[in-house]
């Protein structure tokens, strides 16, 4: 069974120096979404934006290792070869990202 997802809206509740982005759910009613947008713009001093927001965020969480056994080599896999046509989609994609 899979999760309740609910269809959600990027809002910006940053004030021109830099973008503060949240979701907010789409089920609500109007007027518990603007009692919603209030109360983060109250309140969004408290929330971390960026890692720098947490000075004393333990490194272990943020970052990832690999623990590998050094008496085992690395495995290089055979490159995949795409469709032309599905790679040409790709980088137009990762283009439109960037």
């Not at 990027?10 to 979701?23: A, H, I, P, R």
């Not at 089920?27 to 983060?40: D, Q, Y």
């Not at 085992?72 to 032309?84: A, D, F, N």
């Amino acid at each position: 069974m899979r999760p309740h997802q609910e269809e959600t809206k990027l809002v910006d509740l940053g004030t021109g120096s830099g973008k503060k982005e949240v979701k907010v759910g789409t089920g609500m009613t109007a007027s518990i979404r603007k009692e919603l947008m209030v109360l983060l713009k109250d309140y969004q001093d408290i929330f971390a934006w960026s890692y720098q927001d947490m000075p004393s965020l333990s490194s272990d969480i943020v970052q990832h290792r690999l623990h590998l056994n050094p008496e085992c080599s690395s495995v290089k896999q055979k490159l995949r070869r795409m469709k032309p046509e599905t790679s040409l989609k790709i980088k137009k994609r990762s283009k439109e990202t960037i």
